[in-house]
């Protein structure tokens, strides 16, 4: 009998070391897990927590440099949340909360008026409990930081940091840096607007170029052969049509390369209706750089330069050679003519604030202020000129530039 119920006892036995087997596999599998995690990802807490943050400051950043709106707010607030580790974070414009991110939502119609007296005076502040007071035995709210966010001209909003406990010095310093880093994003988002603002009124310069010195040569050369060649004035006319219809369009800050071109020669197919055989234009233009992404009107005047100023006051025939070559990562463009040229000390002088000529090369210094905007200083123009040797105006383009997309 004692045999048998030693027996029956081996099941019970071997059910207690599979269990002890079990767990010390799954402490083996953790271990693994942790060391593998801490040489194959980072070595330490503080790399983690550092990786952590940076992580989410670049995924609040984007939105942000667009404004601060209603839309902008509530896709970053998850990760300013995060920046600060609170259990919840409004972000309010100077009227009204934007977004609620965490816990107590029930707060959100009162925040206003906890955080107006930061508003109006540009001062962080602590809310402590009974100024939180929400008639709710159970909130767990029990504080929150109000940190304005300040730009240039004045302010435009709060961060609130809401805690389960009385404020601290550190949530109040983090909150702080938030709010900065906030109104930095913000300010470059203006800064971004005022770009546009500017490139728009700089095309605008241009297109006010084109209307005076173009558009009424252009319709006394079609008038010429309405009579004699009407075939040849329709096809002019539409050529013309399609030109300004580009030329004055109202979208996009960039095209291809090979729009630009293709307007560059409905204007030498007017051009040439006006000046005949004396104006001859070669292209020379590698197609791999065709879909490349430049400047709306950036060769045009360019061209227009060319014709107006090196082949108008030339007798007999003048050439215009226009070449786009591939080198790599960047487009080299060259636009080349064999007209009068000019004094190189003359063309730096000829601005609209010194010369009464300057308005006549005003496309020039326009397209260099756009290049050099757009890609920076190293791609401005190249001017090679000089009395009776012609001139060629040089630029290169960089194939892909962060922010530039043909539109």
């Given at each position: 009998?004692?045999t048998?119920?030693?027996?029956?006892?081996?099941?019970?036995?071997?059910t207690?070391?599979?269990?002890?087997?079990?767990?010390?596999?799954?402490?083996?599998l953790?271990?693994?897990?942790?060391?593998?995690r801490?040489t194959?990802?980072?070595?330490?807490?503080?790399?983690?927590?550092?990786?952590?943050?940076?992580?989410?400051?670049?995924?609040?950043?984007?939105?942000?440099?667009?404004g601060?709106?209603?839309?902008?707010?509530?896709?970053?607030?998850?990760?300013?949340?995060?920046?600060?580790?609170?259990?919840?974070?409004?972000?309010?414009?100077?009227?009204e909360?934007?977004?609620?991110?965490g816990?107590?939502?029930?707060?959100?119609?009162?925040?206003?008026?906890?955080?107006?007296?930061?508003?109006?005076?540009a001062?962080?502040?602590?809310a402590?409990?009974?100024?939180?007071?929400?008639?709710?035995p159970?909130?767990?709210?029990?504080?929150?930081?109000i940190a304005?966010?300040?730009?240039?001209d004045?302010?435009?909003?709060?961060?609130?940091?809401?805690?389960?406990?009385?404020?601290?010095?550190g949530?109040?310093?983090?909150?702080?840096?938030?709010?900065?880093?906030?109104?930095?994003?913000?300010?470059?988002?203006?800064?971004?607007?005022?770009?546009a603002?500017?490139?728009r009124a700089?095309i605008?310069a241009?297109?006010?170029?084109i209307?005076?010195?173009?558009?009424?040569?252009a319709?006394?050369?079609i008038g010429?052969?309405?009579?004699t060649?009407?075939?040849?004035?329709?096809?002019?006319?539409?050529?013309?049509?399609?030109?300004?219809?580009?030329?004055?369009?109202?979208?996009?800050?960039?095209?291809?390369?090979a729009?630009?071109?293709?307007?560059?020669?409905?204007?030498?197919?007017?051009?040439?209706?006006?000046?005949?055989?004396?104006?001859?234009?070669?292209?020379?233009?590698?197609p791999?750089?065709?879909?490349?992404?430049?400047?709306?009107l950036?060769?045009?005047?360019?061209?227009?330069?060319?014709?107006?100023?090196?082949?108008?006051g030339?007798?007999?025939?003048?050439?215009?050679?226009?070449?786009?070559?591939?080198?790599?990562?960047?487009?080299?463009?060259?636009v080349?003519d064999d007209?009068v040229g000019?004094d190189?000390?003359?063309?730096?002088?000829?601005?609209p604030?010194?010369?009464?000529?300057?308005?006549?090369?005003?496309?020039?210094?326009?397209v260099?202020?756009r290049?050099?905007s757009?890609?920076?200083d190293?791609y401005?123009?190249v001017?090679?000129t000089?009395?009776g040797?012609?001139t060629?105006?040089?630029?290169?383009i960089?194939?892909?530039?962060?922010?530039?997309?043909?539109?």
């Amino acid at each position: 009998m004692a045999t048998a119920a030693a027996l029956g006892d081996y099941p019970r036995v071997e059910t207690a070391l599979v269990g002890i087997g079990l767990v010390l596999v799954a402490a083996s599998l953790l271990w693994a897990v942790v060391r593998y995690r801490s040489t194959h990802g980072f070595s330490s807490t503080e790399q983690r927590l550092t990786f952590d943050a940076l992580h989410a400051a670049s995924q609040a950043a984007p939105p942000l440099r667009l404004g601060l709106t209603e839309a902008s707010a509530g896709k970053s607030i998850r990760y300013l949340r995060q920046l600060l580790g609170t259990p919840a974070l409004a972000i309010t414009s100077v009227h009204e909360v934007l977004a609620w991110e965490g816990i107590g939502t029930h707060h959100r119609d009162t925040i206003m008026k906890v955080a107006a007296d930061s508003l109006d005076s540009a001062r962080p502040a602590v809310a402590k409990a009974d100024e939180l007071a929400c008639g709710q035995p159970d909130c767990p709210i029990r504080g929150a930081v109000i940190a304005p966010v300040t730009l240039e001209d004045g302010v435009a909003g709060a961060l609130v940091a809401f805690t389960w406990h009385e404020p601290g010095a550190g949530l109040v310093r983090a909150t702080l840096e938030t709010a900065r880093w906030v109104g930095t994003q913000l300010e470059l988002a203006e800064l971004d607007q005022s770009r546009a603002r500017v490139a728009r009124a700089e095309i605008r310069a241009l297109r006010a170029q084109i209307s005076p010195h173009f558009i009424y040569n252009a319709l006394g050369a079609i008038g010429s052969f309405i009579r004699t060649d009407p075939d040849r004035a329709r096809e002019l006319l539409l050529e013309f049509a399609e030109f300004t219809r580009y030329s004055f369009r109202q979208y996009g800050e960039f095209t291809t390369l090979a729009e630009e071109l293709g307007n560059i020669e409905r204007y030498l197919l007017i051009e040439r209706a006006r000046f005949g055989e004396r104006l001859q234009v070669t292209l020379r233009i590698a197609p791999e750089v065709l879909p490349v992404a430049v400047p709306f009107l950036t060769l045009q005047p360019l061209v227009e330069n060319a014709v107006r100023h090196g082949l108008a006051g030339k007798p007999g025939i003048g050439t215009i050679s226009i070449q786009a070559q591939d080198a790599g990562a960047q487009c080299l463009i060259t636009v080349e003519d064999d007209g009068v040229g000019m004094d190189p000390a003359r063309l730096r002088d000829l601005t609209p604030e010194n010369s009464s000529d300057g308005r006549e090369h005003v496309g020039l210094g326009n397209v260099d202020d756009r290049l050099r905007s757009v890609f920076g200083d190293d791609y401005g123009l190249v001017v090679e000129t000089a009395p009776g040797a012609g001139t060629k105006v040089s630029l290169r383009i960089p194939k892909f530039h962060a922010g530039v997309r043909a539109g």
